[in-house]
């Protein structure tokens, strides 16, 4: 059974720092994409980092690029986040989520649209206030 846990979210102050753990089960890691999301309280969904497992090639969204940074562990089926510099507004419930192998993966490499992914986690709540 495929399961993704998070763990790592809590309380930080502007500027702080955070690294997110996503723990993968009931699949190895090696071909899937994985990806963070971010949901705050009355918004969307939406895509922060992501990287295919089996070339390492990370994207970002644009409000994150040059501090947050994703990178896995394929050997202990783990994907990371750390995220540096953070501010008020990163504040919201991350998720990692997984996409399975497939000719299209593999050709365009993980995206940060969340209906292109199949499992999900139950997610962690990471707030940055004063």
């Known amino acids: 059974q495929v399961q993704l846990v998070e763990s790592g979210g809590g309380l930080v102050q502007p500027g702080g720092s955070l690294r997110l753990s996503c723990a993968a089960s009931?699949?190895?890691?090696?071909?899937?994409?994985i990806g963070w999301f971010r949901q705050a309280p009355g918004k969307e969904r939406e895509g922060v980092s992501c990287i295919h497992t089996s070339d390492g090639t990370p994207r970002n969204v644009d409000s994150v690029k040059g501090r947050f940074t994703i990178s896995r562990d394929n050997a202990n089926n783990m994907v990371y986040l750390q995220m540096n510099s953070l501010k008020p507004e990163d504040t919201a419930v991350y998720y990692c989520?997984?996409?399975?192998?497939?000719?299209?993966?593999?050709?365009?490499?993980?995206?940060?649209?969340?209906?292109?992914?199949?499992?999900w986690g139950q997610g962690t709540q990471v707030t940055v206030s004063s």
């Open positions: 009931g699949f190895t890691l090696g071909s899937y994409a």
């Open positions: 989520a997984a996409e399975v192998p497939s000719a299209l993966l593999l050709f365009r490499g993980c995206v940060l649209e969340k209906d292109e992914y199949d499992y």
